[in-house]
């Protein structure tokens, strides 16, 4: 079956420090892959997608960027953290098959100080 | 782009009652509307979705209503038990060509009261 793993699950980091969050995916290959910021209180939102190795694509501007330099690890990345950083990052992977189910990883909780 | 509302933003029941959350969505091309469930510190996870093609679904004591032509469409739990409690997320998508790039409403947290 299909496991989602990503690290670190939690984080502090200075405002300016930099940033690489892991995500990796077992038991697929080619999968889509996505990630999602939670900030406190709100909805998901979603910051990139991966359709394949070195293909990104970005939904929103911000001060992040991602990269996917094998099959099944997205890595989301930041060289100057701010404030407005801090949140619930959320990995995903999609399953293609019939219910296009979207499958969430235990996410990372970045607070920014 | 996209835009879905949810409402209420919290809910508050007894044990036994039923809960309704209701989300409007903005474009008429959406025709994939999943809800997701989220417990204090954990991810979120799919309870039940619906395609376009279909006016209502159910699965057990959750059942999901849509309707198209006014861009809205509702959750609704039947006698709601104290691990009913979470945050519960609507979502919509173009899933023909957008499968994965969910738009979010805010949520909607459900406490129920033993």
């Known amino acids: 079956s299909q496991t989602i793993h990503q690290w670190p699950a939690t984080l502090v980091q200075p405002v300016g420090s930099p940033l690489s969050l892991e995500c990796t995916v077992e038991g697929t290959s080619n999968p889509n892959l996505y990630w999602y910021r939670q900030a406190a209180g709100r909805g998901l939102q979603l910051l990139f997608y991966s359709v394949g190795i070195g293909q990104i694509s970005s939904e929103v501007p911000q001060n992040l960027s991602a990269s996917r330099p094998q099959d099944r690890q997205f890595i989301l990345s930041s060289k100057k953290l701010l404030l407005s950083d801090s949140g619930f990052y959320l990995c995903?992977?999609?399953?293609?098959?019939?219910?296009?189910?979207?499958?969430f990883g235990e996410g990372s909780r970045l607070t920014v100080l | 782009g996209e835009n879905v509302e949810q409402h209420p933003s919290t809910l508050s029941v007894q044990e036994g009652d039923s809960a309704v959350i209701k989300c409007t969505y903005s474009d008429s091309a959406s025709n994939y509307f999943p809800w997701y469930k989220q417990e204090l510190g954990k991810r979120p996870q799919l309870i039940i979705d619906?395609?376009?093609?279909?006016g209502e679904k159910k699965d057990q004591r959750i059942a999901v209503t849509l309707n198209k032509t006014a861009k809205h469409f509702s959750l609704h739990i039947t006698e709601t038990q104290p691990e009913d409690s979470a945050v519960y997320f609507c979502a919509a998508s173009r899933s023909s060509t957008s499968y994965g790039k969910l738009t979010f409403g805010q949520g909607t947290i459900l406490t129920v009261h033993p």
């Open positions: 619906i395609r376009s093609n279909v």
């Open positions: 995903a992977w999609l399953d293609r098959g019939d219910t296009g189910e979207l499958f």
